[in-house]
């Protein structure tokens, strides 16, 4: 998955995340969930579909508990920059 070393080294660099990067972020583990899906259904064996079957549902959590923690952190990154921003605003209010 080239497209997340990409990402993740973006988002490193940033100190605060964007709703695009998060939206990114959903986009690639959507897409990884709909390719593995795909492979399971061209399996020819059935033993080995059945398994795989078996445990998409658990890597569809994996998945989607990663891009949540990564809101998470998007969340607090943000809310440490809001009041930054909101005593820009009230400093720019002041001055006028």
């Given at each position: 998955?080239?497209?997340?070393?990409?990402?993740?080294?973006?988002?490193?660099?940033?100190?605060?995340?964007?709703?695009?990067?998060?939206?990114?972020?959903?986009?690639?583990?959507?897409?990884?969930?709909?390719r593995?899906?795909?492979?399971?259904?061209?399996?020819?064996?059935?033993?080995?579909?059945?398994?795989?079957?078996?445990?998409?549902e658990?890597?569809?959590?994996?998945?989607?508990?990663?891009?949540?923690?990564?809101?998470?952190?998007?969340?607090?990154?943000?809310?440490?920059?809001?009041?930054?921003?909101?005593?820009?605003?009230?400093?720019?209010?002041?001055?006028?």
């Amino acid at each position: 998955m080239k497209g997340g070393v990409k990402l993740s080294r973006k988002l490193k660099k940033k100190s605060a995340f964007r709703v695009q990067d998060l939206w990114e972020i959903e986009k690639m583990a959507l897409y990884a969930i709909a390719r593995t899906e795909k492979y399971i259904e061209a399996e020819p064996n059935p033993r080995l579909r059945s398994m795989a079957k078996g445990s998409i549902e658990h890597y569809k959590e994996i998945i989607m508990k990663c891009y949540w923690q990564q809101g998470k952190k998007a969340a607090d990154s943000w809310n440490k920059y809001l009041p930054d921003l909101n005593s820009q605003d009230r400093e720019r209010n002041d001055e006028k």
